[in-house]
């Protein structure tokens, strides 16, 4: 095997941009559907997979809400956060941060408090049995109204000291963040992390109004800032992390090619970029996929597939003595795949 592939599969991670219900694959689907009498349009697992074929974020999105249906209990949230959380102990990913979507779960009429206990309570497991460190990230959906979000940050009232931060995420032409100005002000007081998905199929435009509007401490995803010299001087002087995700910008059509993928170029830029899955059952693959098929595509060398790592933690939101923790783990792992 190539030994960045080695490199890549030894290296301890972290991923910042996983949406929890992206994860949920298609047979998991298909067992909840059945333990909770959810009817799917599709026969077969193999059927579900015949359904991921995506023009752009709007196609992938109405599978994917339509997939979170069979999501119920608290038990669902669990199991689906389970064997996430399983996958990131065969990558060695040992530290995650999970956005999740409770307006997808609310707006059906499961509570807020099923969602997120099944979520959390997986993630405390994960923690203790797997060792892999955690944060929960709840996202705004976008398309949906700023009073709607108000209302979700007000059921997150109880859970706030295990919730991380808030990010934006959904169809994201049309919704600019600047709709959501009020309600990220309002988490900003109540010392939230803030995120937002911005130019991945937006202007740069938008992802000026997520630094300068919302006060992100991270962009998602963020390719369509390359468009705009000034927005990435800024970038690169605030050292604001992206946190990238190949396999999805090329199932999404945000990039035509994967060896047309910008990572390489915004190393070279002097961007903080990060390498993530963003929805795994949906994209074709966990973090190490993603770093593989930058190898494959683009020649990835050694030396960016530590910094990419590297970035991974430096841009995690944790605090200063467990980052450096993991960083120490990492070093090491790196010296030892050196010396062999
Ligand atoms: N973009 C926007 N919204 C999302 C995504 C994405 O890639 N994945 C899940 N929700
Ligand atoms: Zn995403």
Not at 78 to 96: G, I, K, P, Q, S
Not at 137 to 143: A, E, G, Q, T
Not at 151 to 175: C, M, N, W, Y
Not at 276 to 301: E, I, Q
Request: charged share 25%.
């Amino acid at each position: 095997m190539d030994s960045r592939k080695t490199l890549i599969a030894n290296l301890p991670k972290a991923e910042l941009h996983m949406h929890i219900e992206g994860s949920l694959e298609p047979e998991l689907m298909f067992s909840l559907a059945q333990r909770n009498g959810v009817e799917l349009p599709y026969a077969s697992v193999e059927e579900i997979r015949q359904a991921y074929r995506f023009d752009c974020l709007q196609d992938f999105l109405d599978v994917y809400y339509q997939g979170m249906s069979v999501l119920q209990t608290e038990r669902d949230f669990f199991d689906l956060t389970w064997a996430y959380l399983e996958h990131c102990r065969t990558d060695n990913v040992t530290h995650v941060e999970i956005f999740f979507d409770p307006q997808g779960h609310t707006d059906r009429g499961i509570p807020f408090a099923t969602a997120f206990e099944g979520i959390a309570s997986a993630l405390e497991k994960g923690e203790a049995e797997l060792g892999i460190s955690s944060r929960i990230i709840m996202c705004f959906l976008r398309h949906l109204d700023e009073e709607s979000a108000f209302e979700t940050l007000r059921q997150a009232e109880p859970f706030l000291d295990r919730i991380a931060g808030v990010g934006l995420d959904s169809s994201e032409k049309g919704h600019p963040p600047t709709k959501f100005q009020r309600v990220f002000e309002r988490a900003r007081e109540l010392g939230l992390k803030i995120v937002a998905h911005a130019g991945e199929e937006g202007p740069p435009g938008y992802v000026w109004e997520a630094l300068d509007a919302l006060g992100v401490h991270r962009i998602d995803h963020g390719n369509r800032a390359l468009e705009d010299e000034a927005l990435v001087a800024r970038i690169v002087a605030e050292q604001i992390p992206l946190t990238v995700c190949p396999q999805s910008n090329l199932r999404l059509a945000v990039v035509k090619d994967m060896a047309d993928h910008p990572i390489r170029k915004m190393l070279a830029l002097g961007i903080k970029a990060t390498v993530n899955s963003d929805d795994p059952a949906y994209f074709g693959g966990y973090v190490n996929d993603n770093f593989n098929a930058l190898v494959d595509a683009l020649d990835l060398p050694e030396d960016e597939i530590i910094t990419l790592v590297r970035n991974s933690f430096e841009a995690a939101f944790l605090p200063e003595e467990v980052k450096q923790q993991h960083l120490a783990r990492l070093e090491a792992a790196v010296e030892q795949h050196a010396t062999h």
